[in-house]
Structures are given as structure tokens and as C-alpha cells.
């Protein structure tokens, strides 16, 4: 087991585990950190040791600056997690997590067992979402804030924490807005496309539309809410985890 991997600022373990059989790598939606995901590692445990993605620019890495470009995003977490490949591996990720969860997915050398893309249309029809990330910034939260349900009262109240989010709020959106997906081979593992019933950014027909970037299998599933249906359907959500998982940790197979 690679309990003794280097640290990487890209990736944080909060509870590293000597005997799991797998583990998850949780990617944030735009602007999210680590925290959004920290309700999930007593829920996976003792099995699945879960990891959180941990942009530059949020949280713990605040200080840093946040990056533009998607690709590049992918590429550093790609090269972060690769000594943590021992073991079969999953990706969760929620919104832009999604899209840099699959461009990661293209760049290792080992498959994961499974991506769940979480309330984001697949790779090569995000160009259909309207740009916001070059409003004012008074217009700009406004948007993200109705549009996405991403800020609480408690956060949009407090102006100096608005202040410190603004930044990564906005490098993101600039990231996933000009992102475009190049035709490339496409993966091998399943795909399960996840979505809030409410959700008017992400229709249940823009969900199926992942089949088309994998050979494996792909299904959708809908849950109660809006964008952000994550957060009551957490233990649902865990459950597909640990099936997908538990389904195929007997063997390892790289792209070969």
C-alpha cells in the first residue's frame, strides 16, 4: 500500500488507510475545495481511502494562485496522483470536477474502475452553457449564485469572505468556459452520469450524452434537487461507490 506516498498540495488525505482496497478521488465543482467532499471519508472508510483534489487558489492554498486552463488543471492532478495508483481507483467529481476528472482520466497510465460525473453535461457539449466568468463582479455572483445555488446566505452576507472567494470563482468559471474538448480515444472504464431532477443547467438527456466518450458501460441516474442535489443524496451516492468498487477490485489493468 502506498501509505508513505510524497505529499502533494494537489492531493489531500485526510484519513490515510493501510488496509483499503480502493480508493476515490473526489474532484470539487467551480470554486469548491476540498471540504465540500469532507463528509465523505467516514462514510467510505474502512475500504475505500478517499482523497480530495485540492485546488490552488481555496481553502489551505488560498495564497496560491488560481489556474485559467482546464488541461493544465487536469494535467497537474493527473501527475499528483500517480504514485497513489496501487490500488483500483475511482473518480467522483461534481460539476467542473467532472470535466477535470475525464481529462485526468485520459493523461494516467493506469484506468480507473469507474467515473461518476456529477451534474455536468459531458466534455463536448459544455460549449453550450451561456459564459458568465466575464460579468462585473457584482453580476458575476449574482449569476453564480442563481444560476448554480453555490453560495449560501451565510457566505453571500459575509463581504470579506466573498472578497477571498472571488479570485477561484472566477478562474474556474473562466477555465470551464473556454475549455474545449479534443476527439480523443475514448475510455474503457463505466461511466455513471449523476443529476439533480431540478437542475436546469444539466438536463437528463445532456447527462446520457457521456456514453459517446467511453466503450464501457454508461447509465444515468436522477436524484431529488437542484445542482447541488449531492448533498442529501451523499449516502445513495456512496452506496453506487462502493459497488463499482467492490465489483471490480480482484484485478488491476493499466491502458496497456
Given at each position: 500500500?502506498?501509505t508513505?506516498?510524497p505529499?502533494?498540495?494537489?492531493?489531500?488525505?485526510?484519513?490515510?488507510?493501510?488496509?483499503?482496497?480502493?480508493?476515490?478521488?473526489?474532484?470539487?465543482h467551480?470554486?469548491?475545495?476540498?471540504?465540500?467532499?469532507?463528509?465523505?471519508?467516514?462514510?467510505?472508510?474502512?475500504?475505500?481511502?478517499?482523497?480530495?483534489?485540492?485546488?490552488?487558489?481555496?481553502?489551505?492554498?488560498?495564497?496560491?494562485?488560481?489556474?485559467?486552463?482546464?488541461?493544465?488543471?487536469?494535467?497537474?492532478?493527473?501527475?499528483?496522483?500517480?504514485?497513489?495508483?496501487?490500488?483500483?481507483?475511482?473518480?467522483?467529481?461534481?460539476?467542473?470536477?467532472?470535466?477535470?476528472?475525464?481529462?485526468?482520466?485520459?493523461?494516467?497510465?493506469?484506468?480507473?474502475?469507474?467515473?461518476?460525473?456529477?451534474?455536468?453535461?459531458p466534455?463536448?457539449?459544455?460549449?453550450?452553457?451561456?459564459?458568465?466568468?466575464?460579468?462585473?463582479?457584482?453580476?458575476?455572483l449574482?449569476e453564480?449564485?442563481?444560476?448554480?445555488?453555490?453560495?449560501?446566505?451565510?457566505?453571500?452576507?459575509?463581504?470579506e469572505?466573498?472578497?477571498?472567494?472571488?479570485?477561484?470563482?472566477?478562474?474556474?468559471f473562466?477555465?470551464?468556459?473556454t475549455?474545449?474538448?479534443?476527439?480523443?480515444?475514448p475510455?474503457?472504464?463505466?461511466?455513471?452520469?449523476?443529476?439533480?431532477?431540478?437542475?436546469?443547467?444539466?438536463?437528463?438527456?445532456?447527462?446520457?450524452?457521456?456514453?459517446?466518450?467511453?466503450?464501457?458501460a454508461?447509465?444515468?441516474?436522477?436524484?431529488?434537487?437542484?445542482?447541488?442535489?449531492?448533498?442529501?443524496?451523499?449516502?445513495?451516492?456512496?452506496?453506487?461507490?462502493?459497488?463499482?468498487?467492490?465489483?471490480?477490485?480482484p484485478?488491476?489493468?493499466?491502458?496497456?
Amino acid at each position: 500500500m502506498t501509505t508513505g506516498a510524497p505529499a502533494s498540495p494537489w492531493i489531500k488525505r485526510p484519513r490515510v488507510l493501510p488496509e483499503a482496497r480502493a480508493r476515490l478521488f473526489c474532484v470539487p465543482h467551480g470554486g469548491g475545495g476540498p471540504s465540500s467532499f469532507a463528509r465523505w471519508v467516514p462514510g467510505l472508510a474502512p475500504d475505500v481511502e478517499v482523497c480530495l483534489v485540492h485546488l490552488p487558489g481555496r481553502e489551505g492554498r488560498l495564497k496560491e494562485e488560481p489556474l485559467g486552463d482546464l488541461r493544465l488543471i487536469a494535467a497537474r492532478v493527473a501527475q499528483a496522483m500517480d504514485p497513489l495508483l496501487d490500488l483500483p481507483f475511482a473518480f467522483f467529481g461534481h460539476s467542473m470536477g467532472s470535466i477535470i476528472a475525464y481529462e485526468a482520466a485520459l493523461l494516467l497510465d493506469r484506468e480507473p474502475r469507474h467515473l461518476f460525473a456529477s451534474a455536468s453535461p459531458p466534455p463536448h457539449r459544455v460549449e453550450e452553457e451561456e459564459p458568465v466568468a466575464h460579468l462585473p463582479d457584482a453580476d458575476f455572483l449574482a449569476e453564480v449564485r442563481r444560476s448554480y445555488e453555490g453560495i449560501p446566505d451565510a457566505v453571500w452576507n459575509d463581504a470579506e469572505l466573498m472578497r477571498l472567494m472571488l479570485p477561484s470563482l472566477r478562474a474556474d468559471f473562466a477555465a470551464y468556459e473556454t475549455y474545449r474538448w479534443r476527439a480523443s480515444e475514448p475510455l474503457r472504464c463505466p461511466v455513471t452520469a449523476l443529476g439533480g431532477k431540478d437542475d436546469p443547467l444539466v438536463p437528463t438527456e445532456s447527462l446520457a450524452d457521456w456514453a459517446r466518450l467511453t466503450s464501457g458501460a454508461c447509465r444515468t441516474e436522477m436524484f431529488d434537487g437542484g445542482h447541488f442535489y449531492v448533498n442529501e443524496a451523499r449516502p445513495h451516492l456512496q452506496e453506487l461507490v462502493r459497488e463499482a468498487l467492490g465489483a471490480a477490485l480482484p484485478a488491476a489493468k493499466g491502458r496497456g
